[in-house]
Nanobody, 123 residues
Framework: QVQLVESGGGLVQAGGSLRLSCLASGRTFTYYAMGWFRQAPGKEREFVAA?????????YADSVKGRFTISRDNAKNTVVYLQMNSLKPEDTAVYYC???????????????WGQGTQVTVSS
């Protein structure tokens, strides 16, 4: 059974940090590009960051560039991380992990999605 399971969300004050993790299992995700998206209440899901299957290429939304870092570990199961620093109240959203064979993209066309983890940043 293919699963993407996010963890690491929570409540943090503005200026603080969180690290999200996404464990991908049920098949080999080594060759999948991985992405993070987020959806705030009343808003559409938006791209946050993506990483190629090698980890050699990354892409970030302008709103998080310089504050967030995406990384991955393919050693055993594929685990993808999103290190979030200097958090702002506008970063409050449900964060979703995604996996796709067609490479990095900013669109919602990944093949697999997690259930999401809530991140709340208080002012």
């Amino acid at each position: 059974q293919v699963q993407l399971v996010e963890s690491g969300g929570g409540l943090v004050q503005a200026g603080g940090s969180l690290r999200l993790s996404c464990l991908a299992s049920g098949r080999t995700f080594t060759y999948y590009a991985m992405g993070w998206f987020r959806q705030a209440p009343g808003k559409e899901r938006e791209f946050v960051a993506a990483i190629s299957w090698t980890g050699g290429s990354t892409d970030y939304a302008d709103s998080v560039k310089g504050r967030f870092t995406i990384s991955r570990d393919n050693a055993k199961n594929t685990v993808v991380y999103l290190q979030m620093n200097s958090l702002k109240p506008e970063d409050t959203a449900v964060y979703y992990c995604s996996a796709g064979l067609r490479g990095m993209t900013r669109t919602n066309t990944y093949d697999y999605w997690g259930q999401g983890t809530q991140v709340t940043v208080s002012s």
